[in-house]
């Protein structure tokens, strides 16, 4: 019998017992006819237990509710299902039984066959035969645990991959990186975060000769010039200009021709932010 029959049976059969209280509470009250001595005596007697006066009507308007959303949930599709179900492994982290899994979330994986079998070979559960838990790319539980496998990558490990380990595992890697153990900078092809290791053990000091030349190097202003200079040493750009002109004279479009800025010099009344740098401010006047 479906859900919605066993309720629709389940309210005439409370109505009915509810209109047979109302009667039998009617009969009992006293006719007006009695005597004031017939009423005082009444008063002071005990009552028997088989006339003593009806207790108060329990509502079940809230078991109704709880009724319907059960059954909106389980007639959901299994793709539903299976979603909320992920989601209360991955905000409880614990491993629950289906009887646990459905009173806490009403899907009931035992009398559905497709919720069952999709669960037990979802790459986020791991079931053990008995219990359902949450299965994260990388088991780690703490801080620790996550600065040792960042360690273990120099090459960088992408954040996307940690997010799921632990609830607070991106609380714990912005902590590592303000402590100067990690270094968060993002992929220009992903636009992802990744994590690389900065060990203590191997300081890096750059001569200020070597910062000099670097910075003092100019770069061509046209990207043709960039472009070749890159593939003379062995690299591909990552932009065609050559192309691309070509592309836009084809469509009738004329490049335009880049305004070179007015070099403002440096004074006393400039704001500084790069004063860990001395050498740039060389010229200050």
Partial sequence: MALQ????RFKRQQEKCQSTLTSIA???KPKPAQTQTQTQRFMHADLPASVKPPAPAVKFSSDTDRLQHINSIRKAPAGAQI???IDLLYETRLALTPEQINEACYVDINANKTVFDSLRKNLKVSHDGRRFCYK????????SQLLYLVRKFPEGIAVIDLKDSYPTVMEDLQSLKAAGQIWLLSNLDSQEDIAYPNDP???IKVDDDLKLLFRGIELPR???DIEKDLQKNGMKPATNTAKRRAQAQV???TPKNKTKKKKHEISKRTKLTNAHLPE???NLK
Avoid at 5 to 8: A, H, N, Y
Avoid at 136 to 143: A, G, M, R
């Fill in 222 to 224: 046209d990207m043709l």
């Fill in 136 to 143: 994260s790319k990388h088991d780690l539980k703490d801080k």
């Fill in 83 to 85: 979603k909320r179900v």
């Fill in 26 to 28: 009617a009969s009992s």
């Fill in 251 to 253: 469509q009738g479009v």
């Fill in 5 to 8: 029959d066993k309720l629709d």
């Fill in 280 to 282: 740039l401010f060389q």
């Fill in 201 to 203: 053990r191997v300081p």
